[in-house]
T-cell receptor
């Protein structure tokens, strides 16, 4: 079965410090991996994706993620956190479903709290 | 980037009534749209895949007759919650599929009283 795990419910980090939000996946075939951010009462905003190519993917708002095939991980990182980065972060993997359609399988989400 | 809108953003209805939520892709055509439901502090749960010109594909456990989906055109999908009950209160999010990526709407907060 294809799945995504985000082992941390919440990550706390001080402003200016580096942050990491963890994600591991289980998928058959080559993974298409995504990170999204959600602010309160809002939809999801796309941050970045990995399809193929360089293992280090750079995305919006200074975020990046590193694809590690041997560890089946796709951790989200940022060198210097901002208070405004505080939000709910979702990792997702694209899965092929019957009929040739694709759907996203989401992790449970990780709440990032950046304190001044 | 691609833009997806939802209307209304917030709706309150009485138990037993029906509510329609619209999802539009504003600057691209989407043959496939998705409807998700999100409970407080939880992840997104895929409810159904909406396909233009054909019937929606529902996830296991989702009542087809309660959550009616119509993909009327390449830019519009609607979700109708029929005979709504308080337990249907939730945050409903749609997304539109553009090859390689899904673009999400801002969500609709449904409260059934």
């Amino acid at each position: 079965a294809q799945s995504v795990a985000q082992p941390e419910d919440q990550v706390n980090v001080a402003e200016g410090n580096p942050l990491t939000v963890k994600c591991t996946y289980s998928v058959s075939g080559n993974p298409y991996l995504f990170w999204y951010v959600q602010y309160p009462n809002r939809g999801l905003q796309f941050l970045l994706k990995y399809i193929t190519g360089d293992n280090l993917v750079k995305g919006s708002y200074g975020f990046e993620a590193e694809f590690n095939k041997s560890q089946t991980s796709f951790h989200l990182k940022k060198p210097s956190a901002l208070v405004s980065d505080s939000a709910l972060y979702f990792c997702a993997v694209r899965a092929l479903i019957s009929g040739g359609y694709n759907k996203l399988i989401f992790g449970a989400g990780t709440r990032l709290a950046v304190h001044p | 980037g691609a833009v997806v809108s939802q209307h209304p953003s917030r709706v309150i209805c009485k138990s037993g009534t029906s509510v329609k939520i619209e999802c539009r892709s504003l600057d691209f055509q989407a043959t496939t749209m998705f409807w998700y439901r999100q409970f407080p502090k939880q992840s997104l749960m895929l409810m159904a895949t909406s396909n233009e010109g054909s019937k929606a594909t529902y996830e296991q456990g989702v009542e087809k007759d309660k959550f009616l989906i119509n993909h009327a055109s390449l830019t519009l999908s609607t979700l109708t919650v029929t005979s709504a009950h308080p337990e249907d209160s939730s945050f409903y999010i749609c997304s539109a599929d553009r090859p390689g990526e899904q673009y999400f709407g801002p969500g609709t907060r449904l409260t059934v009283t």
